[in-house]
């Protein structure tokens, strides 16, 4: 299986979709915070800002709805779903998130459901 298979594979899935917009929206904040130290310390220029921003936005968005219908598909407590959607907001905290709920089996791996 190749790495685009995969992706796909992961794809299909509530739990699948909601690791791949973890781990996108982790990562964006990574090139966002880039931007963010080239535009006010290395070269003053904000096209890394102005260029991830806008992703780094539309990732967060696409994490937030997908941290939903997860919650709804796997039927996450409404205080572990407050929890997906408030691991949206400090840098890089979805990441250890998803790893954490596919560990605890919330996202379909284990069948568990909380």
């Not at 535009?39 to 968005?61: A, E, N, S, T, W």
């Not at 941290?67 to 890089?92: D, H, N, V």
Request: hydrophobic letters at 55%.
């Amino acid at each position: 299986m190749n790495a685009t298979s995969a992706l796909l594979d992961m794809a299909d899935s509530a739990g699948g979709r909601f690791r791949l917009a973890a781990i996108a929206e982790a990562w964006s904040w990574a090139g966002l915070l880039a931007g963010m130290c080239f535009k006010y310390l290395v070269v003053r220029d904000p096209i890394g800002v102005q260029i991830m921003g806008p992703i780094h936005g539309v990732l967060f968005i696409i994490y937030l709805i997908t941290a939903i219908q997860a919650a709804k598909e796997y039927r996450w407590s409404s205080k572990l779903r407050t929890l997906a959607l408030i691991a949206a907001i400090p840098p890089f905290t979805t990441w250890p998130f998803e790893r954490w709920a596919l560990k605890q089996g919330m996202l379909g791996a284990s069948g568990k459901h909380h």
